[in-house]
Each structure stands twice: as C-alpha cells, then as structure tokens.
C-alpha cells in the first residue's frame, strides 16, 4: 500500500529512533538509575517486587528532573497506552506498566513497542488517519485523528530520547570532571 502520510510518519519515527539506537549503548543498569539531581523521579522496586516509577497527581511545579530508567518507563508507558486504545482493546492504568527492571529488558521493552507501532502504522489506509474511531478513550488525544496521534508520538518520543540524550552526557560530563561543573573559561577554581 503506497501512502505519502503514513509514509512521512514512519520516516519520522524511524530518523528519531535512530537517535535513540545512538544513546543505547550507554544506557545500562547504572545510568538508568543515575540521580542528576535530588528529588529526581526515578524507576524504583515496589513491595511486590515490581519496578514503579515515581508520579504525582496533580505533578509537582516544577516537575522534577528524571533518570533516564524514568524515561525509559515514561516512553513505554505512553506507547503501551496507546497502542492499547488504538489498535487493541483498552489499556491497563498507569500503575500497572511497570518498568521492567534493568536497562537492556527496558531497551527490548519499547524497541518492541516501537515495532508493534510501526507495523500497525504501516496497515492503515489514509481514511483511517483521518479517523478519530482509533483514539476513542485515548488519554490524550481523545477526538483527535489518528494521523495527530502519531505526530504527537513522533514529537513526544523526540523529547524522551533528547532527555536521555542530556542525562546521559551530563552524567559523563559529572564523571569527567570529578564529579562537578566546571565554570565557563576554563578549569575548575580557575578564571
């Protein structure tokens, strides 16, 4: 099926995915969990077992900085959720998507995610883009067309991998520089 739409919005998916599949291979079980700031939400063991990420309704102003496990949830959190209502039958509420609990089955989690995305994407006819049916009961987005879904997914997971992007390099940065900033000019204490 040749459509310019869903080809665009694939295309989208697929440049901005490649950013992530660059940050990969610095995400592991320590970055997810790296702080860059007290008060950071984070992915943490819950009672039963099961990794829970930190929230807040209503969320707290301002929102709290995140670790990149956070993020790593948030993206399939979102994704699950969507797909869920747009090409299955429901989602299960935020607090049953639990983060899978160490880097690499997080990296496979919403790689998978994206895959099961992208091939739905790739059935739809352009009449289905315009459908607002697909988003009925979608948190977000609920009335939109299915063709401003996938933009804002594009867009939504755009800013998730340019937050891990920043993580990532502030806490090599961090590691670097023994651990604190260094002043604009120059080295530490110097002008």
Same mark, same amino acid.
């Given at each position: 099926?040749?459509?310019?739409?869903?080809?665009?919005?694939?295309?989208?998916?697929?440049?901005?995915?490649?950013?992530?599949?660059?940050?990969?291979?610095?995400?592991?079980?320590?970055?997810?969990?790296?702080?860059?700031?007290?008060?950071?939400?984070?992915?943490?063991?819950?009672?039963?077992?099961?990794?829970?990420?930190?929230?807040?309704?209503?969320?707290?102003?301002?929102?709290?900085?995140?670790?990149?496990?956070?993020?790593?949830?948030?993206?399939?959190?979102?994704?699950?959720?969507? +797909?869920?209502?747009?090409?299955?039958?429901? /989602?299960?509420?935020?607090?049953?998507?639990?983060?899978? %609990?160490? @880097? !690499?089955? *997080?990296?496979?989690?919403?790689?998978?995610?994206?895959?099961?995305?992208?091939?739905?994407?790739?059935?739809?006819?352009?009449?289905?883009?315009?459908?607002?049916?697909?988003?009925?009961?979608?948190?977000?987005?609920?009335?939109?067309?299915?063709?401003?879904?996938?933009?804002?997914?594009?867009?939504?997971?755009?800013?998730?991998?340019?937050?891990?992007?920043?993580? +990532?390099?502030?806490?090599?940065?961090?590691? /670097?520089?023994?651990?604190?900033?260094?002043?604009?000019? %120059?080295? @530490? !204490?110097? *002008?």
């Amino acid at each position: 099926m040749d459509n310019a739409r869903v080809d665009l919005l694939v295309g989208q998916l697929d440049m901005v995915w490649a950013l992530f599949e660059h940050h990969a291979g610095a995400i592991d079980d320590e970055a997810c969990l790296w702080e860059p700031a007290p008060g950071a939400w984070s992915v943490r063991p819950g009672v039963d077992g099961r990794w829970v990420a930190d929230w807040e309704v209503p969320g707290p102003e301002p929102v709290p900085v995140t670790t990149v496990g956070w993020l790593t949830w948030h993206i399939g959190y979102w994704w699950t959720t969507t +797909l869920g209502h747009c090409f299955g039958d429901g /989602a299960p509420a935020r607090e049953d998507i639990a983060w899978p %609990g160490d @880097a !690499g089955a *997080a990296v496979r989690w919403i790689g998978a995610l994206k895959e099961e995305w992208r091939t739905a994407l790739l059935g739809l006819a352009d009449g289905e883009l315009d459908s607002t049916e697909r988003t009925r009961g979608l948190p977000w987005g609920e009335g939109l067309p299915l063709s401003a879904v996938a933009a804002w997914l594009n867009f939504e997971l755009a800013k998730n991998v340019a937050e891990i992007g920043s993580v +990532l390099h502030l806490r090599g940065a961090l590691a /670097a520089g023994g651990g604190r900033p260094t002043p604009r000019g %120059g080295p @530490a !204490g110097g *002008a």
